[in-house]
């Protein structure tokens, strides 16, 4: 059964870092694109950062750019997201998200992601 499993996140001070991580299981996700997705109480789920299959294309939404990075491991099935100089605002769920028909290229659309994780809490304190 296709799979994503996310973890690595958790309370921390204004200014921290944390890196999440995305454990995909199945052969599939080695070459397809991967996205990761942050909602807020009371807000839209917006996109935080994809990665192309090969890992050669990358998008960072605009809140986030400069402070997140986004890199995969296709040898281990995993995917990252390296925050660092957190902001209160960034606190929400962060899920990650695989679109198995896509690898060349980035998507931003949560709607064409076929196969989501569980989320993980990511709250920073002021």
């Known amino acids: 059964q296709v799979q994503l499993v996310e973890s690595g996140g958790g309370l921390v001070q204004a200014g921290g870092s944390l890196r999440l991580s995305c454990a995909a299981s199945g052969r599939a996700f080695g070459i397809c694109t991967m996205g990761w997705f942050r909602q807020a109480p009371g807000k839209e789920r917006e996109i935080v950062a994809a990665?192309?299959?090969?890992?050669?294309?990358?998008y960072y939404g605009d809140a986030v750019k400069g402070r997140f990075t986004i890199s995969r491991d296709n040898a281990k099935n995993t995917v990252y997201l390296q925050m660092n100089s957190l902001k209160p605002e960034d606190t929400a769920v962060y899920y990650c998200?695989?679109?198995?028909?896509?690898?060349?290229?980035?998507?931003?659309?949560?709607?064409?992601?076929?196969?989501w994780g569980q989320g993980t809490q990511v709250t920073v304190s002021s």
């Open positions: 990665i192309s299959g090969s890992g050669g294309s990358s």
């Open positions: 998200a695989a679109d198995r028909l896509r690898w060349a290229d980035i998507e931003t659309i949560a709607s064409r992601y076929d196969v």
